[in-house]
């Protein structure tokens, strides 16, 4: 019995006011002057959110084409023959001509969009070998298990990058074109290509392997490209510091998207005289037509987009909050005729008593 009472009181917490729940504690019981109104106000906070929102993202302009080339389509049809069901598809090129009757402010986005294409099926999303894209060489040459049925070429050679996400690359390429004065030539349009991918991207998941002698394809010697792919990673673009791994298409392609119809950016549009924008007159944009979609029931776009403070067009946020702040305001009301019909029937109740 001692040695019981004994290690009983051994494992007994001390007794203190925290250990043994003795502190003062406040709970909050909400009354009808205070619940009702939290709810108005609520309710007028995310409805003014919400008209904010949802005019902002009005007041945004995007010009889109769809370029797929359904047939009667436009001009972009014969690629789109020529390219069904060929991988690497035939290069082809086609164009669209668009006229802007005033200026369509800046700063402007060019984008890229793609439907009906899941890049969040999970044997997709994991296709990649993020060892690999970090540019560790032994991983270079060891592709990871997730990266198959794109880890080695019939070969032997390893693939780099490995998976189907870098296989499946886009490799569409646009240039723009602006006739200032109608019969005028055509002048292009400067693209910025630079910081298009987030940075944490470029400075930190996608690496380079060391260089071999001062050379990035000696680093890669001994790989080779995924099958859909006409060039190694290491030809992706002349600039050696927009290249291999850290290509910074390649790198905006590499983060997934969440959706099926998803927009990646390709450039911006903000140097020399198309700094605010672009100005009014005849546009060209010439595409090369490399991308097949058609196979799988899919669209191509190009758009064009300008952003405001709370970043690209997206209604549905605003949306979004002025139905909930809708539905605040209607419990509002509808607590207020309930806590005022029953007010009634108990002040009656205590005539009567």
Known sequence: MTWSATARGAHQPDNTAF????????????????????????GLAFIGLGLGLFYSSNGIKELEYDYTGNPGT?????????????APPLRCSCAWYFSLPELFPGPVYLYYELTNFYQNNRRYSVSRDDTQLSGLPSALRHPANECAPYQRRASGLPIAPCGAIANSLFNDSFSLWHQRQPGGPYVEVPLDRTGIAWWTDCHVKFRNPPLVNGSLALAFHGTAPPPNWPRPVYELSPDPNNTGFINQDFVVWMRTAALPTFRKLYARIRHGNYSTGLPRGSYLVNITYNYPVRAFGGHKLIVFSNISWMGGKNPFLGIAYLVVGSLCILMGFVMLVVYIRYQDQNDEDEEEE
Do not use: H, K, V, Y
Request: net charge neutral.
């Open 74 to 86: 436009g001009n972009c049809s014969a690629c789109a023959l020529a390219d069904q069901d060929r």
């Open 19 to 42: 250990t043994q729940q003795r502190l003062p504690a406040w709970q909050p019981l909400l009354s009808a002057s205070i619940a009702l109104p939290l709810f108005f106000c609520a």
